[in-house]
């Protein structure tokens, strides 16, 4: 039971480098998120895909990136990363949009410095 | 626009005795409630959730959680904790056609 993957479990990273957090699912999940995590502000959604091709924003979007072109794959990319980026990145999927719950990934511990 | 509290930062409890963490939150219609735990260095494990029906949830490792529509609350008890309950324990919400939104988590104690 893989579930949702993700890679790197940690990274360090320098100001102004770019790297890209992978995501798997083998759910055949329809719908995928990136959030991060802060310590006491709980989950902020930054992008959010309802299929393969199709990708929005979420609360938080600013300096990320994300494609859909498979159902299984939901990369994430920093480019020019800055210290603010500094946070637990948790990748989940559901099944749908409505009554679902989601499943999530082990984590992503990124720290920029 | 949906939105979720958790009013205790850090909840304590002994061994043995009852435990509740508390939610409530805010929608413009009919709200899916979930309950999610983190345990240390892990991504977030799903416990139960409110669709609709009866007011009373059951889920994982013994815990359940109490809808109340006229106080928007969803709080989550278990009635004897345990040791290894210690964990951050997240509320969500969403609404039909919406993302999750997350409350800030309450970090559980549960003391030998």
């Known amino acids: 039971n893989a579930g949702v993957t993700q890679t790197p479990k940690f990274r360090i990273l320098k100001i102004g480098q770019s790297m890209t957090l992978q995501c798997t699912q083998d759910?055949?999940?329809?719908?995928m998120y990136w959030y991060r995590q802060d310590p006491g502000m709980g989950l902020k959604l930054i992008y959010y895909s309802v299929g393969a091709g199709i990708t929005d924003k979420g609360e938080v979007p600013n300096g990320y990136n994300v494609s859909r072109s498979t159902t299984e794959d939901f990369p994430l990319r920093l480019e020019l990363a800055a210290p603010s980026q500094t946070s637990v990145y948790f990748c989940?999927?559901?099944?749908?949009?409505?009554?679902?719950?989601?499943?999530f990934g082990q984590g992503t511990r990124l720290t920029v410095v | 626009a949906q939105s979720v509290a958790q009013p205790e930062d850090q909840v304590n409890v002994a061994e043995g005795n009852p435990l509740t963490v508390k939610c409530t939150y805010s929608?413009?219609?009919?709200?899916?409630l979930f309950w999610y735990v983190q345990y240390p260095n892990r991504g977030l494990q799903f416990l139960l959730k409110y669709i609709t029906g009866d007011n009373l949830v059951k889920g994982s490792y013994g815990f359940e959680a109490e809808f109340n529509k006229s106080q928007t609350s969803f709080h989550l008890k278990k009635p004897s904790a345990l040791v290894s309950d210690s964990a951050l324990y997240f509320c969500?919400?969403?609404?039909?056609?919406?993302?999750?939104?997350f409350g800030p988590g309450t970090r559980l104690s549960v003391l030998p």
């Open positions: 969500a919400v969403r609404e039909d056609g919406q993302n999750f939104v």
């Open positions: 929608v413009s219609g009919n709200p899916y």
């Open positions: 989940a999927s559901s099944y749908e949009r409505g009554v679902t719950e989601a499943f």
């Open positions: 759910m055949n999940h329809n719908y």
